[in-house]
T-cell receptor, first 115, second 107 residues
Framework: EAGVTQFPSHSVIEKGQTVTLRCDPI?????LYWYRRVMGKEIKFLLH????????ESGMPNNRFLAERTGGTYSTLKVQPAELEDSGVYFC?????????????FGSGTRLTVV | KNEVEQSPQNLTAQEGEFITINCSYS?????LHWLQQHPGGGIVSLFM???GKKKHGRLIATINIQEKHSSLHITASHPRDSAVYIC?????????FGEGTQLTVNP
């Protein structure tokens, strides 16, 4: 069974540019989560999809971040325009059920550097 | 104050030592997770606990619900155990993470 796949693994962009991160969850996992770790801080929640719907987007930092999950399969997280403070590692995770009773599977993360 | 607190932040041990990492959390979690992250790597789930104790190889995780405290133990530590160990609580439908413990095991 394929795990959670994230692309790209690394991205270096200039301030003001746009970047789109992609996450492919485990097939059949309705729940998809985006998390972010900025330098020196704990990993923080960004948002949660159930299928194609945003269940909870309270962790999204501002309106420069747009997440989509069209068709309830893979998800994209777009940052436009990117700022220096957006640098960090963006993790995606998926789970079978909404409370992760069967656990969560994480992707390898996308390391975003905004210069 | 974070809802999940971990200690220590950094830990250096000699190969073979017994290691303990601690995690305290606030009320309301439905499960406690221990995760591992190797340098440049993704996050791997080690344990998910809601009560008692779990063991996998040289790793043992315990949780005390009354004290809102969990520990991760590594017996007979090895340099390949060097990684960041992260405690996280399931609050509702999301995970809240501790800051992580950077473990270095020297040969």
């Amino acid at each position: 069974e394929a795990g959670v796949t994230q692309f790209p693994s690394h991205s270096v962009i200039e301030k003001g540019q746009t970047v789109t991160l992609r996450c492919d969850p485990i097939s059949g996992h309705d729940n998809l989560y985006w998390y972010r770790r900025v330098m020196g801080k704990e990993i923080k929640f960004l948002l949660h999809f159930v299928k194609e719907s945003k269940q909870d987007e309270s962790g999204m930092p501002n309106n420069r971040f747009l997440a989509e999950r069209t068709g309830g399969t893979y998800s994209t997280l777009k940052v436009q325009p990117a700022e220096l403070e957006d640098s960090g590692v963006y993790f995606c995770a998926s789970s079978q059920d909404i409370q992760g009773a069967f656990g969560y599977t994480f992707g390898s993360g996308t390391r975003l550097t905004v210069v | 104050k974070n809802e999940v607190e971990q200690s220590p932040q950094n830990l250096t041990a000699q190969e073979g030592e017994f290691i303990t990492i601690n995690c305290s959390y606030s009320v309301g979690i439905s499960a406690l997770h221990w995760l591992q992250q190797h340098p440049g790597g993704g996050i791997v789930s080690l344990f998910m606990l809601s009560s008692g104790k779990k063991k996998h190889g040289r790793l043992i995780a315990t949780i005390n619900i009354q004290e809102k405290h969990s520990s991760l133990h590594i017996t007979a530590s090895h340099p390949r155990d060097s990684a960041v160990y992260i405690c996280a609580g399931t609050f509702g439908s999301r995970l809240t993470f501790g800051e992580g413990t950077q473990l270095t095991v020297n040969p």
